[in-house]
């Protein structure tokens, strides 16, 4: 038996690869498939199932391209409904892989179809847990994503899911290891560690949602502190339940090179948006003005489908040479398919054809420390609450990066200001955001906080409750 974790980073995504005896299952593929198939084959393997432990919401899942691709079925737990072929399996339902068995264990509450699987070895003995959604390390999954769906409260679903973890999880023992969907980094807990697989025991004895003393102390403790999701979520949801356009499909359109006048009057006709994947630091020396920076070097697909919010919207590519591919597969991932080309030759090439550009204003933390004066600068922090609070800028304003579509609208497009995050790669994306929306007088600090920090700006940790306000 071979058990394989499959990690993507910047999705903060554990999907998993099973092997017993030449049978292969897949739990929670992403979205380009052709790895896991060459991966059986290497093992002389075939695929003989995918299991989906929910609809899931923050990517989009290779599900349906993986069946088309092997004729394996796709499995999902009780209460799931699909637009396509699937087997909606039954609580506690067995279904063998070649010497080895997974067994369903329906666990909602995260969501009504939410499922747990649980491997049991060849003397069939509980061996891991692949927990989905339902239980992170160091979380539980957020039970505020699926009340109009469940038509629930967040209260209802958190009842459910202490239900579910109580009930189904909490009895199994100790020593079984769990495989959850996410770490880290991911918008579907609040509290994940950065570790990606760990022992039941030892979450029983850390995990602070499996230590409340009461089904009540743990609907207000998992409900606590939860941030609006992101936008492009329920999206996502509804491809994963209804279906997609083929990966290979979407990537031969993306993949279309367009030179500099064919670039522009695509832009122009079609209504795309253009999508900078640079680094921040070669975005802020010169790009098409209006185009939007999320670089490849962070968190892209998240942030992508943060600060995007339809995934039908028409986007243009200009990436660094030979990152073009990787551009399209990252955003097929969180549902962004209609790419409908890439800028042939890259930013050199617009510049080469003597068209319009825009810089950022990017200076360092040195200069900024020259520059500051209390009382008179005015600081805009791009970080997250929690950050903001924990140490910032004296008198900075905490305007988080999620918001900026409510909170851009607040800016004195004449007043002065300094923009900056933790390190420069969300304070690029804002500051492209505003360049796009009209907003220019600003200087955006590279290297964010942490420098500002090691430059000994003053600093506190005390929240400044004040507000900027339109002109």
Known sequence: ?????????????????????????????????????????????????????????????????????????????????????????????????????????????????????????????????????????????????????????????????????????????????????????????????????????????????????????????????LLPPPAYFPMNVAMNKKGYASFDDVMTKGMQALRAEAFETAAESLGALILDTRSADLFSKGFIPRSINIGLDGQFAPWVGSMIVDVKQPLLLVTEDGKEEESLIRLSRVGFDNVVGHLKDGFNAWVAANKEVDAVNRISAETFKNEWVLGETTVVDVRKESEYRAEHVDEAYNKPLDFINDWFMEMNSEEPFYLHCAGGYRSMIAASILKARGIHNFKEVAGGFKSIAEAGVPKTDFVCQSKLQKA
């Open 1 to 225: 038996m071979k058990v394989e974790q499959i990690y993507t980073g910047c999705l903060a995504q554990g999907a998993y690869y099973i092997e017993s005896n030449g049978e292969v299952a897949i739990i929670d593929p992403l979205r380009e498939v052709q790895p896991y198939i060459e991966k059986a084959n290497q093992d002389g393997a075939v695929i003989k199932y995918i299991f989906e432990t929910h609809f899931h919401a923050d990517f989009v899942s290779g599900h349906i391209d993986l069946s088309r691709k092997t004729g394996a079925p796709i499995v999902y737990g009780p209460l799931a409904n699909t637009d396509f072929d699937s087997i909606t399996a039954v609580d506690e339902q067995i279904f063998k892989l070649g010497n080895v068995s997974i067994k369903v264990l329906h666990t909602p509450g995260h969501t009504m179809e939410s499922t747990c699987y649980l491997l049991l070895d060849e003397q069939g003995n509980p061996h891991s847990l692949f927990s989905g959604d339902t239980l992170f390390l160091g979380d539980v999954g957020r039970p505020d994503l699926a009340q109009k769906a469940a038509d629930m409260t967040q209260e209802q679903l958190a009842g459910m899911l202490y239900e579910s973890l109580m009930n189904k999880i909490m009895p199994l023992p100790n020593d079984l290891m769990v495989y959850p969907a996410h770490g880290a980094g991911s918008a579907c807990g609040k509290n994940m560690m950065k570790e990606t697989m760990d022992t039941l025991g030892h979450q029983k004895e850390m995990n602070y949602a499996l230590n409340q003393p009461s089904k009540e102390a743990f609907i207000e403790a998992v409900t606590d502190g």
